[in-house]
């Protein structure tokens, strides 16, 4: 591990919307050259007050870990702002005392993903308020030109028939405004949930859901901020989100058979989020990308609270050999190898000689290239 200027700078510095830069500071995730407009993906983020979307908001894209949002308050907004591009507060947030974190109004906040891609999250405050004035006064500026909704319920909420009816005006207004926009619901706090339960509840919940959703399609998902299915379902969310996804896909297999890899994961670097990935041979453990993006997120805050950051991994036994490393400047990469023939080094080597191929393939409007079988 080594020293990181800009990190420790980061973290210092309150950087506002509008302040230009540092001398030097790198493009990456949260880096600093705005995109086209074109590449901005308007991202909502609704659902009743107490929910939980700021939590998860916070462990997802401000770097806490899940016991450390009970103390969230405002101090969220001076981490949103240290690590964003940009952020637009028309809001804030208190905690009651019982430790739920309330958003109040809208939160702007700008996310950059894989280069040009910048995700708009707009995360909207759920009390009743705030609610009814989404679907009257406010809402042709809330719901047009939206590319995702993500409406996050409490999966023990005592008001579901008032979460169904919100969440239906939600839909109403998306369906007049940005009907090509993609729906996802998060079942949230599953946790809270006896695990004997929970396939039962949340497939109970499902089901109402879809059948809510219609003429609209909603992908459905169980959450918790204390497990891995919260980065399952954020990649999936973001996945959608990719606009060079299957150029990348092919472009992971190639590389992956090149060197004779079991399997090759790519996460987004800040968030750690897995966006693609790519197996030639059968793994038993289905939850296995968002375990380790978990893990290797907790591991990556260890690092920063030492004033160190993480760069490359190796994990080796028996049976396999996993490598974790800097891929480009936006993502990192897995690769997973079982043959014992091949030297730690040769796959070093061959994972920083594709560093450049996949560099040109974040650049959106640059030329469709493919890693060719050699």
């Known amino acids: 591990m080594e ?18 830069p540092p001398l030097g500071e790198p493009e990456g995730s949260l880096g600093w050259t705005m995109p086209n407009a074109s590449m901005k993906k308007k991202v909502l983020l609704m659902g009743k007050s107490g929910s939980g979307k700021t939590s998860m908001r916070s462990i997802i894209f401000a770097n806490y870990i899940a016991r450390d949002t009970r103390r969230l308050g405002t101090t969220i907004l001076d981490r949103i702002h240290s690590l964003q591009i940009n952020s637009s507060l028309s809001t804030y947030s208190l905690v009651d005392s019982v430790g739920n974190t309330k958003t109040f109004d809208v939160e702007h906040s700008h996310v950059r993903f894989l280069g040009n891609l910048v995700l708009n999250l707009w995360d909207c405050g759920g009390q009743d308020t705030f609610m009814e004035n989404y679907f009257t006064s406010q809402r042709d500026n809330i719901f047009r030109n939206v590319e995702v909704l993500i409406y996050v319920f409490d999966v023990e909420s005592r008001e579901l028939e008032k979460d169904m009816h919100y969440y239906q005006s939600c839909l109403e207004a998306i369906l007049q405004n940005s009907p090509e926009a993609k729906i996802f619901c998060l079942v949230h706090k599953m946790d809270l949930v006896q695990e004997d339960q929970r396939d039962l509840i949340f497939k109970e919940r499902e089901e109402d859901l879809r059948r809510l959703s219609r003429p609209l399609e ?60 790519y197996q030639c041979k059968e793994q038993r453990d289905a939850h ?52 014992p023939s091949i ?30 079988m050699r």
Not at 3 to 20: A, F, H, I, Y
Not at 236 to 249: A, D, F, K
Not at 252 to 277: C, G, M, Q, W, Y
Request: contains cysteine; hydrophobic residues 40%; neutral net charge.
């Open 218 to 277: 909603c992908s459905c998902f169980r959450t918790s901020i204390w497990d891995e299915t919260l980065y399952k379902a954020w990649s999936s969310i973001v996945y959608q989100l990719i606009p060079n996804v299957q150029q990348l896909e092919m472009n992971l297999r190639n590389f992956a058979e090149i060197i004779e890899a079991d399997e090759v994961l790519l996460f987004e670097r800040a968030t750690f989020l897995v966006i693609s990935h």
């Open 3 to 20: 020293e990181s200027d800009s990190e420790k700078k980061t973290e210092k510095e309150n950087l506002g919307p509008g302040v230009q």
């Open 288 to 339: 296995r990308f968002e375990k380790i993006s978990n893990i290797i997120k907790q591991f990556k805050l260890s690092c920063s609270k030492l004033a160190a950051s993480f760069q490359s991994m190796e994990v080796r036994n028996s049976n396999f050999a996993a490598f974790i490393d800097i891929f480009t400047s936006n993502t990192y990469v897995m690769v997973v190898m079982s043959d």
């Open 343 to 372: 030297p730690s080094a040769a796959t070093l080597i061959n994972i920083r000689n594709a560093r450049k191929h996949f560099e040109k393939l974040e650049r959106v409007d640059g030329p469709k290239q493919c890693l060719l």
